[in-house]
């Protein structure tokens, strides 16, 4: 029985870490799993492509949970290769759940789909997605369970969510031009000081009223420079983006910093982010919103 499956890498509006309430929107980068069961196998042994020493914790754990609810337990294999950095704010965690998930229901032969009405959908994508953070969660990988990222991840469009119950309290479709800097360094969620995050609190709970307006560029920003003081990354890089973008935000715990341009605002210009960013250490990349989400291959 064999499963693949893939999920979106996301970027940050709103830092759960705060308040519970986060929000995020899903990017053109995927993480792809490939998932193989075998009912006389009694563990899950997981491979991820772009590093053989990385913790294989959380894939190993979605197949163990995803089998146990929708399965018998079956064990067998995950493997995962992905456009997503690891530890970069990007939800590479969130998009590996959400495709181990997804293809262990593709091995099992459940059909996903997103109404639940339905009789020929055995599986809602937002189900498997609390499935894979019930899994984060369990795995260790994640300090709020990182729902805002896993809805954005499976969804696509922007989700605004309550971690705590995770629960989707919003969900729209954007259109956007995504620029991504990323530094070399990178930077663990499990490792993030959350008393240091609950601090900017007052300006979390800003975040998400602008969210929940669907003023999401600006939220962003604001999210963005509150959590870079939070967290003690530079600001510089969100400052010099704001003249050219419509929002600007260190995404997730860091260290990345995503600008966005609306693709009916002539004002913006990527280019001239670029440019301002291009003499950092790291790498740049261009890619868009998307708002389909993630599915089974």
Do not use: Q
Not at 66 to 80: I, L, M, N, S
Not at 137 to 154: K, L, N, P, Q, W
């Amino acid at each position: 029985m064999e499963g693949r499956a893939a999920a979106l890498g996301a970027g940050t509006v709103l830092n759960a870490l705060a308040t519970g309430t986060g929000a995020a929107f899903g990017i053109d980068v995927e993480t792809r799993a490939s998932v193989a069961l075998d009912s006389n196998a009694d563990e899950v042994r997981g491979t991820i492509a772009e590093d053989s020493e990385a913790d294989t914790a959380l894939i190993e754990r979605c197949v163990a949970v995803a089998t146990e609810r929708w399965g018998d337990g079956e064990g067998g294999t995950v493997r995962t290769d992905s456009d997503v950095p690891l530890a970069a704010g990007l939800k590479s965690s969130s998009a590996a759940a959400n495709a181990t998930v997804l293809a262990t229901c593709d091995a099992l032969g459940l059909s996903v789909g997103d109404d639940d009405s339905d009789p020929s959908v055995d599986v809602t994508r937002i189900d498997a997605c609390r499935l894979g953070v019930r899994a984060a969660r369990e795995a260790g990988v994640t300090v709020t369970g990182a729902f805002d990222d896993a809805a954005a991840s499976m969804l696509g469009g922007v989700t605004v969510t309550d971690n705590g119950a995770d629960e989707l309290r919003s969900h729209e479709t954007v259109d956007w031009n995504v620029l991504v800097w990323t530094p070399p360094e990178r930077a663990y969620s499990a490792d993030a000081d959350v008393a240091r995050c609950e601090a900017v609190a007052p300006m979390a709970d800003l975040v998400a009223d602008l969210a929940l307006d669907g003023r999401y560029a600006e939220a962003m920003t604001v999210n963005g420079l509150a959590f870079s003081a939070a967290l003690g990354f530079d600001a510089d890089p969100a400052v010099e983006a704001m003249p050219h973008a419509t929002g600007v935000s260190l995404s997730g715990t860091g260290p990345s910093v995503v600008a966005v341009a609306d693709t009916d605002d002539s004002e913006t210009d990527l280019d001239a982010v670029a440019d301002a960013w291009g003499d950092r250490p790291g790498t740049l990349r261009r890619t868009t919103t998307r708002n389909d989400g993630a599915a089974v291959e």
